[in-house]
């Protein structure tokens, strides 16, 4: 799957720089319906990624309609509920179709059903920059152990992920910042199976403006980790307890704390293993920090943001943002360059409001009294449950929540 440089043809309908999930998903897209497409990561697959490995039901349905969904549930560990834990200990279940599957594996089985699709996969490959002509991206650069060469493609699709070095060469890159960091590891203990077996998110002030989680992976191994999910440089940051001088998040002392915050977490990870070191990554949320397109470039996945701020959840619109891009291609598969960004950009428009309601729904990360607040309701409160499991299903909005008219809601309903 991984080919050698020496095997790259001179020209391709599109080439997909990144091949996680959007880009995968592009890749098989596009190649399914005909089209010549060539896949390069700079990494051989498969690879580690750094990520809570949660897949919710927006990625499930992504997952279905890539065709892969089944393959991924013979590997994943599959979970109807995710525990939402606020800072008093509070603990409500809320249903849903989810499961974890480290990214590992996960972004093995859609390269390899775009592979399968036709696109030809060359790796590790890095991305130097676009080739230019007359304002219009008709190609890129790329070098592979010291060789570089040149491919030219009608479209160019950037699913580079959140680390901007690849916007930045595209001139693409609004924000070189990321908007949020996270930190995690596996962690193996057996005996924690049948005490944690459900998806687990934490709330608390040493955790605030962030949030923790252990997600089990199946084996006995967990996915254990913390998030910072706005702004580094927000001022309300400098009062948390877990920040350095500089400001800058101490994830190494939020993982920490997270050890101590229940009696199940305490168990796991003093009396766990670690399966591989503590690791972190950027991640960019909310559809900001790029620009979509420009003539013969697109940009998707998680490089144009598709994280959700407030759960930190990106995988199943990666996904979804990566299918966008390959049907705005086959839109404009006749040459109209101008349809095909008229038509991705009004479709991730018609994502926007729900990223924005993320945003808003991130007031219980920054004031985690807020989750003690909506658990001790929602556990008297049926249809609040009933509302919540919405908003895991995308059937509801989360930011409804948040409002005033949704905080009087919460008393009265």
């Not at 008093?88 to 399968?116: E, F, H, S, Y």
């Not at 699913?159 to 901007?164: E, I, K, M, N, R």
């Not at 800058?248 to 101590?260: I, V």
Request: proline content about 6%; aromatic content about 6%.
């Amino acid at each position: 799957m991984n080919l050698s440089l020496e095997l790259l043809p001179k020209k391709c309908d599109v080439l997909v720089i990144g091949a996680g999930p959007s880009g995968s998903a592009a890749a098989y897209t596009l190649a399914k319906a005909g089209l010549d497409v060539v896949l390069i990561d700079q990494h051989a697959f498969p690879r580690d990624k750094i990520c809570g490995d949660g897949l919710i039901p927006d990625a499930h349905k992504a997952l279905a309609r890539l065709g892969v969904l089944d393959e991924v549930m013979r590997q994943a560990h599959p979970s109807r509920f995710l525990s939402c834990i606020s800072p008093r200990g509070g603990r409500i279940d809320v249903a849903g179709t989810m499961a974890v599957l480290p990214r590992k594996q996960l972004d093995d089985i859609v390269c390899k059903a775009a592979v399968a699709a036709g696109a030809r996969m060359f790796a590790p490959v890095r991305f130097i920059a676009p080739i230019e002509e007359d304002g219009k991206v008709v190609g890129a650069r790329l070098t592979q152990s010291g060789t570089e060469c040149e491919l030219r493609a009608t479209w160019v699709v950037l699913a580079t992920g959140a680390v901007p070095q690849a916007l930045m060469a595209a001139g693409m890159a609004e924000r070189h910042a990321p908007s949020a960091i996270a930190m995690r590891c596996y962690i193996r203990n057996d005996a924690m199976t049948a005490k944690i077996d459900k998806l687990e998110v934490i709330w608390h002030k040493t955790l605030a403006p962030g949030y923790g989680w252990i997600f089990p992976c199946g084996d006995g191994v967990f996915n254990v980790g913390v998030g910072i999910l706005h702004q580094p440089s927000d001022p309300a940051d400098k009062r948390n307890p877990s920040r350095d001088k500089s400001g800058a998040a101490n994830l190494h002392q939020m993982f920490e704390a997270l050890g101590k915050l229940s009696e199940p977490a305490r168990e796991l990870m003093a009396g766990g293993t670690r399966v591989g070191p503590l690791k972190g990554a950027p991640l960019r949320c909310s559809l900001k920090g790029a620009r979509l397109s420009r003539p013969g470039l697109l940009v998707t996945g998680e490089a144009a943001g598709s994280t959700y701020a407030f759960s930190g959840e990106g995988i199943g619109k990666a996904l979804e943002t990566g299918i966008l891009a390959a049907e705005a291609i086959l839109q404009g598969a006749g040459g109209d360059e101008a349809r095909v960004r008229a038509h991705y950009t009004s479709r991730i428009d018609a994502l926007r409001p729900r990223f924005m309601l993320y945003e808003r729904a991130n007031l219980v990360n920054r004031y985690p009294w807020l989750a003690d607040l909506l658990i001790w309701r929602a556990r008297k409160s049926a249809r609040l449950q009933q509302r919540l499991s919405g908003v895991l299903n995308e059937t509801s909005n989360p930011g409804h929540l948040f409002t005033v008219k949704g905080m009087v809601r919460l008393f009265t309903e």
